[in-house]
């Protein structure tokens, strides 16, 4: 049984892991605010179009996570066992996969973008705005297709260091990649100093930029560390992966995958029937979303920890007492979720005035915000319990928790709100937020029946794996 100094010993831990990511995304969503800002100055048609074209990149770059996601919880628990071989071969399996996946995402942008953009564009609005929209959107994803297999090697080197518990490494190549953006944003959005002025085009180029910048210092990094990372020797030697292995890789992949798509599918869809009532939505909430990011970042990065230590310990066989730290951690979590959802309903009224936009958009956000702030404990213990139950590799599980239950409930319940019913849309995103009170419900259950805690790795249970 694991006493208390070993609970305490996995919350140190759950902290230092947690913090770099943290600080991490700290700074990056920062930096978006920033972005959010010197785009604002191009005009809400360019706020809204930006948005646009970011959510569905966001598909993209969520698709690659739950791919990653999934072999991570084969490296997690590797790294508890203190299996190299097999850690090389999980590393090696992303790299192939991501990279099947970024050619195929960027076929299916540069046929469909416009049709995509324009799927957010039906709503109550000026026609000749809802064209520039468009256009700006379009040549947005354009450029952003050139960072999309950047974005998925990233993602494997990233993810594979994070399972192993090396969180600041990542951290410091998303930090150098976030200030190449700034940079490149403030030169190519305005045209300082001699640069063309590109506007969101030239946001597009900076983010590209800042891509290639975070994926060649994990390469370097993690190829003259090779004594702290011995996975990556003979990583690339061949590409060969066991059969028996790249099947149980896959089938961990395979629904994990489709369920971060079916979740950000879901997110897109909710946030296309906000636009279906009015395009000033779309403004509005982007503008919530960058302080949402902001303020999220301590429970979303708590929550990601949660899954890596919680993957250590079940890795390493220690199963009993394994429920009693998932709780102990899942309490941190939402108290960080907690303190940060107060900030937010704070700022809520000053944050809008940042934005060069309408005061009817400003009031719409500030609502919006406000809502947010109030949900975030909730979101807080949802993504804990997510976490957990992906910790045992129960992919199934994981998808009824996540894909699953948005699309039955809460995509549902936009969309009826949104096309049947004439409900104010600052009601209507309390009502579609509040929906993850069930969500919680749901996990705490979960959770509590302990379905999640297996350890995939043991050969002595493999057939169960």
């Given at each position: 049984m694991r006493d208390l100094n070993d609970n305490n010993k996995d919350i140190k831990r759950l902290i230092k892991i947690a913090i770099p990511m943290m600080v991490q995304n700290g700074?990056?969503?920062?930096?978006?605010?920033?972005d959010n800002l010197m785009i604002g100055d191009l005009g809400t048609n360019a706020i809204s179009g930006v948005?646009?074209?970011n959510q569905l990149i966001f598909v993209f770059y969520l698709l690659t996570f739950g791919a990653t996601a999934g072999v991570g919880i084969f490296t997690a628990q590797y790294h508890g066992k203190n299996d190299t071989e097999g850690i090389r071969y999980s590393f090696r399996f992303k790299i192939i996969l991501n990279t099947i996946l970024s050619a195929a995402s960027i076929l299916v942008f540069a046929l469909a973008a416009p049709f995509l953009v324009n799927l957010f564009l039906q709503g109550?609005?000026?026609?000749?705005?809802?064209?520039?929209?468009?256009?700006?959107?379009?040549?947005?994803?354009k450029v952003m297709l050139i960072g999309l297999i950047p974005i998925g090697l990233t993602q494997a080197y990233a993810g594979t260091l994070k399972d192993l518990g090396r969180t600041k490494v990542p951290m410091v190549a998303s930090v150098c990649a976030i200030f190449v953006n700034?940079?490149?944003n403030a030169l190519l959005i305005y045209g300082m100093f001699g640069c063309p002025a590109l506007g969101a085009t030239g946001a597009a180029i900076a983010t590209v930029l800042s891509r290639f910048v975070e994926l060649s210092i994990l390469i370097f990094y993690t190829a003259t560390h090779a004594e702290s990372f011995p996975f990556?020797?003979?990583?690339?030697?061949?590409?060969?992966?066991p059969r028996d292995l790249s099947r149980k890789f896959f089938i961990k992949a395979l629904p994990l995958m489709g369920n971060e798509t079916l979740w950000a599918l879901g997110m897109t869809m909710i946030n296309q029937c906000y636009s279906y009532r009015s395009l000033d939505a779309v403004a509005a909430i982007n503008i919530e979303s960058t302080i949402w990011n902001l303020m999220g970042v301590s429970f979303i990065a708590m929550g990601e920890a949660v899954g890596i230590v919680m993957g250590h310990i079940l890795g390493s066989g220690e199963l009993s007492g394994a429920k009693k730290t998932a709780y102990k951690m899942r309490r941190f979590t939402v108290l960080c979720g907690l303190v940060f959802g107060i900030v937010m309903i704070g700022i809520a009224p000053f944050f809008p005035l940042?934005?060069?936009?309408?005061?009817?958009?400003?009031?719409?956000?500030?609502?919006?915000?406000?809502?947010?702030?109030?949900?975030m404990p909730l979101c807080a213990y949802s993504h804990a319990s997510y976490f957990i139950i992906?910790?045992?590799?129960?992919?199934f599980i994981t998808v009824i928790f996540d894909a699953v239950y948005t699309w039955a409930i809460v995509v549902s319940t936009a969309f009826i709100l949104s096309r049947y019913t004439g409900i104010n849309i600052t009601w209507m995103v309390a009502i579609i937020r509040s929906l993850e009170f069930f969500k919680s419900l749901i996990g705490f259950f979960m959770v509590r029946s302990g379905i999640w805690v297996k350890n995939i790795v043991d050969t002595k249970s493999e057939a169960n794996a």
């Open positions: 700074i990056s969503n920062l930096v978006n605010l920033l948005a646009i074209a109550e609005g000026n026609p000749a705005d809802a064209a520039e929209i468009l256009d700006i959107g379009v040549d947005y994803i700034l940079i490149g990556i020797r003979g990583a690339f030697s061949s590409f060969k992966i940042l934005y060069d936009t309408t005061e009817f958009i400003r009031h719409m956000a500030t609502g919006f915000i406000m809502i947010a702030g109030a949900t992906r910790a045992g590799g129960n992919a």
